[in-house]
């Protein structure tokens, strides 16, 4: 799998997860623990595809350009 396809993987996961959460927060009584559970895998999900995107600009730079 290619860095492109692991970061569509990725994001195709974040947004189940957001659908996840938006249909807990509109049930009658959301779960909170639930609630918590999934915001957490949610931004673990966008902070790894953040770190691959950041990951793939470094290796795409010239040699001693790595981009900060």
Do not use: Y
């Not at 927060?25 to 770190?51: C, G, Y």
Request: charged content about 35%.
């Amino acid at each position: 799998m290619s860095l492109h396809e692991h970061v569509d993987s990725l994001r195709a996961k974040h947004a189940r997860l957001e659908e996840q959460i938006d249909e807990e927060q509109h049930r009658p009584l959301p779960d909170s623990t639930v609630l918590v559970k999934l915001k957490r895998e949610k931004l673990r999900l966008k902070e790894a595809i953040e770190r691959l995107q950041h990951d793939g600009e470094d290796q795409s730079a010239p040699p001693g350009m790595a981009m900060n």
